[in-house]
């Protein structure tokens, strides 16, 4: 079972700063990650898919890279609507078709 | 517009059961997979299980195996997932959500279940 695990824990940044967090994978998951942002009472929305591709209407603020274990998710520059946690999921080697424990991003 | 919407959610006590519907509009259904995914008070979000198509393949996390059933019907837009012998810890906002084979690329706005007596 592939294990992922994220960081850091919370990031507590100002509007117009640079976000920049991390998800490891505990064996390869070549580019089969995805990027999800969850909000308190909303729906999980999917950001990015296969590492670094964005999707559907999702703002070019936002960016993945990476491959193998190690994958980041950039925002480059906060806006106060991107208070919430975010969550990677890989889909390399499923059942289970893991989440990743969360990053929450604080807007000061 | 694609929706989905989740229902039959409730209080129920330990070692009960419950049946939740996702209502599916706005896209051809039967050319979706999907997932069911929930999340506990103050927790993460976790993936319970997937299902393919036609129903000829379904996944289930190893928390939920042999308790939970997934199911769908796609002359009725909907999934389904029968919830039994539910435990405190099965307490959460359950999701549905519909993949298209890279990502869960829409989502319910979920249904709470308690487990409590």
């Known amino acids: 079972e592939i294990v992922l695990t994220q960081s850091p824990a919370t990031l507590s940044l100002s509007p117009g700063e640079r976000a920049t967090l991390s998800c490891r994978a505990s064996q390869s998951v070549s580019s089969y990650l995805a990027w999800y942002q969850k909000k308190p009472g909303q729906a999980p929305r999917l950001l990015i898919y296969?590492?670094?591709n964005r999707a559907t209407g999702i703002p070019a603020r936002f960016s993945g890279s990476g491959s193998g274990t190690d994958f980041t998710l950039t925002i480059s520059s906060l806006e106060p609507e991107d208070s919430a946690i975010y969550y990677c999921q890989q889909r390399s080697n499923w059942p289970p078709n893991s989440f990743g424990p969360g990053t929450k991003v604080d807007i000061k | 517009e694609v929706q989905l919407v989740e229902s039959g959610g409730g209080l129920v006590q330990p070692g009960g059961s419950l049946r939740l519907s996702c209502a599916a509009s706005?896209?051809?259904?039967?050319?979706?997979?999907m997932n069911w995914v929930r999340q506990a008070p103050g927790k993460g979000l976790e993936w319970i299980s997937y299902?393919?198509?036609?129903?000829?393949?379904?996944y289930y996390a190893d928390s939920v195996k042999g308790r939970f059933t997934t199911s769908r019907d796609n002359a009725k837009n909907s999934l389904y997932l029968q919830m039994n012998s539910l435990r405190a810890e099965d307490t959460a906002v359950y999701y549905c959500?519909?993949?298209?084979?890279?990502?869960?690329?829409?989502w319910g706005q979920g249904t709470l279940v308690t487990v409590s007596s």
């Open positions: 296969d590492a670094s």
């Open positions: 706005g896209f051809t259904f039967s050319d979706y997979e």
């Open positions: 299902i393919d198509k036609r129903s000829t393949t379904i």
């Open positions: 959500g519909r993949w298209d084979g890279r990502g869960g690329d829409s």
